[in-house]
């Protein structure tokens, strides 16, 4: 089960660009790196997901190395509305569990 | 992407009574379904894997007499917390992940949540 940790907390400014990293040291070979967004009373919704190298959709970027055991995610010209929990998760797991970590808690300032 | 549905949105119960929530994929077929709580400023905590007709798998530390999942169609998973106590009170979330190969292939998408409040 690939464990992942990320910060607990980012607080960034509207207009900026917001890269959150995530550590997956112990990701498996057949293991995408899914990223989620969720904001309070809502459930999580899918924002990008990646297997190697750069993925880039309407949202944001998701910029993965060559060894895999990192991930980040970029939010380009952040705004208010971007405030919000985000998850890095991987896998699909071996045993079929999809297990959140503690997620970061990006705040964006006015 | 694809759509998960969940009902209700929120309910309120009086401690002793049990609760149904519905957790529907609307347009794919789910084999298997997560069911999640989560506390306040807390992340998701998995209860339990619920799979289309046989027994769900309950994570350690969960009742599986307590939380009666029941995943009778490829697109209908239940979970009901039976004789509710004000404990039990929490935000409850359902995900499916889409298995045929296509654009959203193995990601997962979740329902709105249940905010579940037992008095």
């Known amino acids: 089960l690939a464990k992942t940790t990320q910060p607990i907390s980012m607080d960034s400014y509207e207009g900026q660009e917001v890269n959150i990293t995530c550590s997956h040291n112990n990701i498996a070979t057949n293991d995408y790196i899914t990223w989620y967004q969720q904001f309070p009373s809502q459930g999580p919704r899918f924002i990008i997901q990646g297997y190697k190298t750069k993925v880039t959709n309407e949202v944001a970027s998701l910029f993965i190395p060559a060894d895999r055991k990192s991930s980040t995610l970029s939010l380009p010209r952040v705004s208010l509305s971007d405030t919000a929990v985000y998850y890095c998760l991987v896998g699909p797991n071996r045993d079929d569990k999809i297990i959140f970590g503690k997620g970061t808690r990006l705040h964006i300032l006015p | 992407g694809a759509v998960v549905s969940q009902h209700p949105s929120w309910v309120i119960c009086k401690s002793g009574t049990s609760v149904k929530i519905e957790c529907r994929s609307l347009?794919?077929?789910?084999?298997?379904m997560f069911w999640y709580r989560q506390f306040p400023k807390q992340s998701l905590m998995l209860m339990a894997t619920s799979n289309e007709g046989s027994k769900a798998t309950y994570e350690q530390g969960v009742e599986k007499d307590k939380f009666l999942i029941n995943h009778a169609s490829l697109t209908l998973s239940t979970l009901t917390v039976t004789s509710a106590h004000p404990e039990d009170s929490s935000f409850y979330i359902c995900?499916?992940?889409?298995?045929?190969?296509?654009?959203?292939?193995?990601?997962?998408?979740f329902g709105s949540g249940t905010q579940l409040s037992v008095l």
């Open positions: 347009d794919f077929q789910a084999t298997t």
């Open positions: 995900s499916a992940r889409v298995e045929k190969p296509g654009q959203d292939y193995e990601k997962l998408f």
